[in-house]
Nanobody, 112 residues
Framework: QVQLVESGGGLVQAGGSLRLSCAAS????????MGWFRQAPGKGREFVAAINGKGDSTDYADSMKGRFTISRDNAKNTVYLQMNSLKSEDTAVYYC?????WGQGTQVTVSS
């Protein structure tokens, strides 16, 4: 079975940074796209970023471009989301997505 475990969330001041990690197991990791989504209170789940199997092609939601960076380390079966210049509107639970499966989420709270 596919299993995803996110970590790295927390409380940060506006303008600060966090690095999220998602450790995956269950399949040949490098063959598949992985992504990050987020969900704020009262809102639907929103696309954040995605990365292809080899890690040489990425995609971001417009509001995240220039601030967030997705990367992966296939030797460690892990995908990362580096978040810089955080804003209060980035406050949400962040979820890792892989092969139709979701991690449990990690809370990111940005204070203004």
């Amino acid at each position: 079975q596919v299993q995803l475990v996110e970590s790295g969330g927390g409380l940060v001041q506006a303008g600060g940074s966090l690095r999220l990690s998602c450790a995956a197991s269950g399949r040949h990791f490098s063959n598949y796209v992985m992504g990050w989504f987020r969900q704020a209170p009262g809102k639907g789940r929103e696309f954040v970023a995605a990365i292809n199997g080899k890690g040489d092609s990425t995609d971001y939601a417009d509001s995240m471009k220039g601030r967030f960076t997705i990367s992966r380390d296939n030797a460690k079966n892990t995908v990362y989301l580096q978040m810089n210049s955080l804003k209060s509107e980035d406050t949400a639970v962040y979820y890792c997505y892989w092969l139709g499966n979701w991690g449990q989420g990690t809370q990111v709270t940005v204070s203004s």
